[in-house]
C-alpha cells in the first residue's frame, strides 16, 4: 500500500467498550484534541453515539475527529467473553479502514488483536493500559508467570513471593486469576504488549515509582526479540482533574434523580466523619461479605454511605441482616442507585472509602485526598490493594483468612476503626494527602505526566510515514 512521506496528525484509536476501560481512554482523546491531534475512533454504535454527543458538546472542539460502529455491544452477546466477538468483527470489517490516514494507532490492552494490522499497514501502535504499572508487568510476563505455576491454584506457591521482575511484592493472591479459557488470550496479549512502539500508563510518577524504574533498568522485560524496547509513557491519572463537590448540586438536579436527599445527608455530617463504602459496578458482593459488612459497622458506629449493588431479583431486606436499615437509620444509608463518585469523594463530610480498589476509584480517592479500606475482589486489584497498602501506606488492609470475602465482621471492623479514628488513622491521611498533592503536581504543566503526554505528543508528530 502507498503510503506517503508527509507527516500526518490523525491517530486511530481502538478503545475497549466496557466503561472502566472507556472512560480513562475518553481523557486521552480530550487530550489528543487539546493538542490538536484528529483521530479516529472504532468501538460500538453505543459508544459511537455517546462520543457523538460529546462532539456536539464541543469536547473535542472544532477537530476532524470521527466515530465508526465497527464492533458489536458484547453485553448482550453469547459467549459473555467480548473477544472472540470483537476479533471476528474486526476480521470481517478492517477492510473498511483506509491506513494511510493515520500517523498512529492506538489500541486498549484488551483490544491487543490489531497488532499485525498496525505493522502491515506501517503506522507505530501504542497500547494503553488503563491501570497501573504493576498489572503492566503482570501482563507483560504472564507467560512466565503460567510457565512457573505462580497461580492462585496451586497450593505449593499459593503464598510464596513471586520471583519475577518487579512482581516480588506479591504472591499469587494478589495476582489476577486467569481462566483456562483466557489463558490463550492472556499469552496473545502479553506478545502485543512486548511488540507495541510504546505503553501508555494510567498512572503517575511518585505512585509508580518502583516498577517505572525496573521497566527503565531491566527493558529487556518488555523487549521483544528483535524489536525496540517500548517506550513507557505514564500519562495519569486519566480523570477529570480538578474535581469539585458543588458539582454535585448539578448531576443532581436532574429531572427523577431523587439522590439529592443524600447530598442533603452528608451536608448535615461532620468534617471527615462518614466512610463511603463502593465496591464498584461489575460485580455484588456476595451476601455473606454484605452480612459481615453491616455487623462491622454496627459494632464501629461509624457514620456511612454505602452504595450496595445487588445480584438480580434480590432486594436490601433480604440482603442484609434483619432491621439492619431501621436499627442505622440515624447512622447511614443504603444505596443502590447510581451516584455521581468522582464528585462524591469530594465532598467534605467523607473521610475514608471502603472500595474494591478498582483503578479509577483508586485514583478517584487519591484525587479526593480520601484514604482507603482496601478490599479487592477480582482482575488487578489483589495488586493494587498490595501496593497502597503496604508501599505507599495510604490505605489500612481488611484482613482475608484465606481468600476474597473470607472474612468476618471484626475484621472488617478493625480495618474500620483504623481508618476513620483520628489517631489510628493519622499517618495514612497524612500520607494520602501527600499522594494527593502529588497527583496535582503531576498533571500541572510541567509536572511528570504532563511532559511525558508531550513526549508521546511528540513521538506522534515526528513520525513520518515510508512510501
Sequence with gaps: MAMGSVRTARALLVPFQDEGHFKPFLQIMRRLAKRRISFTVLCNQQRCDELSRFKADGQFGDLDVDFIPLFRDFSKLT??????????????????IDPSRFACMITDTFTYFLHEDAVKWGIPKYTFISSGCYTGLYFIQVDTIFEGGWLFSNPDKRHQSVTLPGLELFTPLQLPRASLQKEQMLLELAVSLRKSDGLLFNSFEAFDKEPLEIMSRQPEITQFPGKATPKIFAIGPLVSLPLSYENLHELTSKPGDNSREIIDWLDGQRKSSVLFISLGSKRPLPKTGAIAFAEALEQTGVPFFWVLRLPPGHSVEEYLPPGFEARTKMQGIVWTHWVPQEQLLQHPSIGGFLSHCGWNSLMEAISAGVPIAACPMYAEQGLNAKHIVDV???????KYKEDYFDFDSEMVAVAINTLMDEHKGANIRQNMLNMQTAIFEAVAEGGTSYKSFEKFIS???NHKTVT
Design 79 to 96: 459467549p459473555p467473553s467480548p473477544f472472540p466477538h470483537m476479533l471476528d468483527d474486526w476480521r470481517h470489517r478492517s477492510m473498511e
Design 392 to 398: 505507599l501506606q495510604i490505605a489500612v488492609e481488611i
Design 459 to 461: 513521538t506522534i508528530l
